[in-house]
């Protein structure tokens, strides 16, 4: 089993920055690749930013420029630090962790409980 434990959402200014981190536990020996998605009301799911164990990242092209995915394998945690916040980027943000490896295999996909995030003046 494992947890996903989410933290840094808030109320911030247009402009301004967040951090988010994301933190797995639980009998973890790797996981594959992690990463963040939103959902804004009324819109589907999309993915933000994802990175691999060996650092690889990718972005969704709302956020490029803007918001930088890092992650410390040692600690399963990752991380989104959010800067030149806009109105459009208000949403709750998923963590997922993929391809969880246990001592006993390859566990799956994981979903954290999400943190909301709301950009306005």
């Known amino acids: 089993q494992v947890q996903l434990v989410e933290s840094g959402g808030g109320l911030v200014q247009p402009g301004g920055s967040l951090r988010l981190s994301c933190a797995a536990s639980?009998?973890?020996?790797?996981?594959?690749?992690m990463g963040w998605y939103r959902q804004a009301p009324g819109k589907q799911r999309e993915l933000v930013a994802r990175?691999?164990?060996?650092?690889?990242?990718n972005y969704g092209d709302s956020v490029k420029g803007r918001f930088t995915i890092s992650r410390d394998n040692a600690k399963n945690t990752v991380y989104l630090q959010m800067s030149s916040l806009k109105s459009e980027d208000t949403a709750v943000y998923y963590c997922?962790?993929?391809?969880?490896?246990?001592?006993?295999?390859?566990?799956?996909?994981?979903w954290g409980q999400g943190t909301q995030v709301t950009v306005s003046s």
């Open positions: 990175i691999t164990s060996g650092g690889r990242t």
């Open positions: 997922k962790t993929e391809r969880v490896w246990v001592p006993g295999g390859n566990i799956g996909d994981y």
């Open positions: 639980g009998s973890i020996l790797s996981i594959n690749a």
